[in-house]
Nanobody, 117 residues
Framework: QVQLVESGGGLVQAGGSLRLSCVRSGYIFSITAMGWYRQAPGKEREFVARIGNGGTTNYADSVKGRFTISRDNAWNTVYLQMNSLKPEDTFVYYC???????????WGQGTQVTVSS
């Protein structure tokens, strides 16, 4: 049984920082990437960041220069360091795992991030 469990969310003032973690349990064959998405109530889920083989990274324009994604070598944990947070970063953040041929196949349950002005 594969599980992704996010942690590290919470309430922070604008300009502050948070570090999200997502821990994988259960075996996953052929992982190609781990990533983060976010979603507000009633809104579509949006891409935040992804890290792939060799450490290649991609970011949404809205978070470039402020957020950093990283992972451990065994694909057990993915992190999202979020700096210079803004109220518009208030979302539920979800981590994902992609496998060969199946992007974002696995999803965590989400962690709430709230940024106050």
């Amino acid at each position: 049984q594969v599980q992704l469990v996010e942690s590290g969310g919470g309430l922070v003032q604008a300009g502050g920082s948070l570090r999200l973690s997502c821990v994988r349990s259960g075996y996953i064959f052929s992982i190609t990437a781990m990533g983060w998405y976010r979603q507000a109530p009633g809104k579509e889920r949006e891409f935040v960041a992804r890290i792939g083989n060799g450490g290649t990274t991609n970011y949404a324009d809205s978070v470039k220069g402020r957020f950093t994604i990283s992972r451990d070598n065994a694909w057990n944990t993915v992190y999202l360091q979020m700096n210079s947070l803004k109220p518009e970063d208030t979302f539920v953040y979800y981590c994902t795992v992609s496998t060969t041929g199946y992007p974002d196949k696995y999803w965590g349950q989400g962690t709430q991030v709230t940024v106050s002005s």
